[in-house]
């Protein structure tokens, strides 16, 4: 188990219409180069982020694709959780998200939080 301090959670709350989702993956995936355990956190519009299709539609130069920034997150074992009611109040499924995207309520945030994660939200 990581050190609590060697935690972050990302909330993101902006979706493909803001740069600042792909400012989010990319601060993320910072997180793991420096060597973090990283989750994100997705609600409201974020939850487009990982629709599939979704992420292939926002690029903000200089930043890589945000397609990229989400590929690269998972591979490197970043963890990515969308809030129930957000997928559920834009009639998505599972099946309607990317791979490896896991549907659970901010309980999962919250545990990472009281082991001492850092948070950063967008």
């Not at 997180?31 to 409201?44: D, H, N, R, W």
């Not at 896991?102 to 948070?119: C, D, L, N, P, R």
């Amino acid at each position: 188990m990581p050190n609590p301090t060697d935690k972050l959670v990302v909330l993101i709350t902006k979706g493909i219409d803001s740069e600042l989702s792909s400012v989010a993956f990319t601060i993320a995936n910072g997180g793991i180069t420096a060597g973090l355990k990283v989750s994100v956190f997705l609600t409201s519009t974020a939850i487009d982020l990982v629709r599939k299709g979704g992420q292939c539609m926002t690029h903000v130069p200089p930043l890589d694709a945000l397609a990229t920034l989400i590929e690269d997150f998972q591979r490197r074992g970043g963890t990515i959780w969308a809030c129930p009611p957000c997928v559920k109040a834009r009639g998505y499924e599972e099946q309607d998200l990317i791979d490896g995207v896991v549907i659970v309520g901010a309980s999962a945030m919250h545990a990472e939080i009281k082991e001492g994660a850092a948070t950063l939200s967008f």
